[in-house]
């Protein structure tokens, strides 16, 4: 059996991978990464009729947006996800044709192949945790990732092998729920142990946060500080957030935080909350009590038209403002950075990844003229970093082991590191490698 990169290892972006054996040939995942007009997986056209299935962890566009080329390309069957994933595929299709035309390009494909994509829900067939027969000799379980709503971790059992794909993976949501992928936990509790060995032929491990070492509680407290800095000189502090994910989680921080203060908080993060709260079995326990009381929270300002804006803005209170776009691509996540660049007493906040070319990026590295307030990038976790991949090379141990999700060089500085600890089987690969397992 072999691995075949087509993208995700050695970069940030265009996760996919497939596992091409003797009878099956399995792809994880198929996204995009934001680079000039969008770059694809390296796809291999003659081999993608030959799919005998796919999965998708999550909907975020790195891992999904180039799912409708299989089905130009001769892909007959259905894509394996979750059903939170799919309800939140459409609003992603529609970003995603924003970013490519507004760099004057074009999809690769049209929307007669986005809506020949078909589904098959994991959770309908199966519970998180047990297995599933796909086909003779063939089987898989998921649990949930702790990444965004509706994300998974896969454990495939096929041709005698056992392969482990993390997805991208936190244990340090505030609000989402995750499930140890820990094959210990399985053995030990299987009614039939040798369907648990020990160890994976494969496992492919989240680790976009390379070598960083810092806890959640960590960095919270490091944004702590430079909010109340920021509050305490009368300025406004920009959060610039994906519309799913890591915005409720931090907007739940803030309320709790900083008790009394003001938050300008734009539609579709509330929206994205209450979303939340109709997925209990994807939350916290508890964490639907604390989402209704933060939907009634008197602290929170929801503006109705630019007017709106301008006003809460000009007026007496300072603001920790949500808006949607975390690479600050749209107009409307521009617009507050032009409103706040002019004054120094103001911050902009990247809490996640900014890809080049981007507006985000553009203003981390200082390119956008007539910037006078702070400019930083504090990371919110929704990966793994150096310690967690440790904890996951435990409870995952496997005979070969993709670090992936990070820029190649980071990655090999990973991977020396724990060799250097005594990890064995470890591998930095990029797009186009294929590796025997």
């Not at 509330?270 to 508890?286: C, H, I």
């Not at 070319?357 to 976790?381: H, P």
């Not at 190649?408 to 250097?420: I, N, S």
Request: charged content about 20%.
């Amino acid at each position: 059996m072999e691995l075949r990169v087509w993208g995700g290892a050695g970069e940030h972006g265009r996760s996919c991978y497939v596992l091409t054996g003797e009878q099956h040939r399995i792809m994880l995942d198929c996204g995009v990464k934001k680079e000039g007009t969008g770059q694809y997986p390296l796809l291999d056209a003659d081999l993608i009729p030959q799919l005998t299935a796919v999965f998708l962890t999550h909907a975020h566009e790195d891992h999904s947006m180039a799912l409708p080329l299989l089905y130009k390309h001769g892909y007959q069957g259905e894509i394996w996800t979750t059903k939170p994933t799919v309800l939140q595929l459409e609003l992603y299709f529609a970003n995603w044709r924003k970013y490519v035309e507004r760099r004057g390009g074009e999809l690769p494909y049209d929307h007669t192949h986005i809506s020949a994509m078909r589904f098959r829900i994991l959770e309908e067939e199966a519970e998180a945790g047990d297995w599933l027969l796909l086909s003779d000799g063939f089987s898989v379980q998921w649990g949930r990732s702790g990444h965004m709503l509706g994300s998974v971790w896969l454990r495939l059992q096929l041709e005698g092998h056992r392969i482990f794909f993390s997805g991208d993976f936190s244990r340090e949501s505030a609000l989402l729920a995750n499930d140890s992928p820990s094959v210990h936990t399985l053995y030990e509790s299987s009614d039939e142990p040798n369907l648990f060995p020990p160890e994976m032929t494969l496992s492919i491990i989240d680790n976009a946060y390379g070598a960083d070492e810092q806890s959640q509680s960590q960095k919270l407290n490091a944004l702590r500080q430079l909010i109340l800095e920021v509050l305490e000189r009368g300025g406004h502090v920009l959060l610039p957030v994906p519309a799913f994910g890591r915005g409720q989680d931090l907007l739940l921080w803030a309320l709790s935080t900083f008790p009394g203060q003001h938050l300008l908080i734009e539609q579709e993060i509330r929206e994205g909350l209450q979303q939340l709260a109709e997925w209990k079995d994807w939350l916290r326990p508890g964490i639907v009590h604390a989402i209704n009381k933060a939907m009634i929270s008197p602290n929170i300002h929801i503006p109705v038209s630019w007017d709106d804006r301008v006003r809460l803005l000009q007026g007496e209170n300072s603001f920790i403002i949500f808006t949607t776009d975390g690479m600050m691509e749209s107009a409307r996540a521009r617009w507050y950075a032009e409103h706040l660049s002019s004054s120094a007493d103001h911050a902009i906040v990247i809490t996640g990844h900014a890809s080049e070319e981007t507006f985000a990026r553009q203003l981390l590295k200082g390119e956008i003229e007539g910037t006078s307030c702070e400019v930083i990038q504090m990371g919110y976790k929704i990966h793994q970093g150096l310690d967690d991949v440790r904890l996951m090379l435990h409870e995952v141990p496997s005979r070969h082991t993709v670090l992936v999700h990070a820029p190649k060089p980071v990655t090999d500085q990973v991977a020396d590191r724990l060799a250097e600890e005594g990890a064995r089987g470890i591998y930095s690969l990029q797009p186009g490698a294929v590796l025997n397992i």
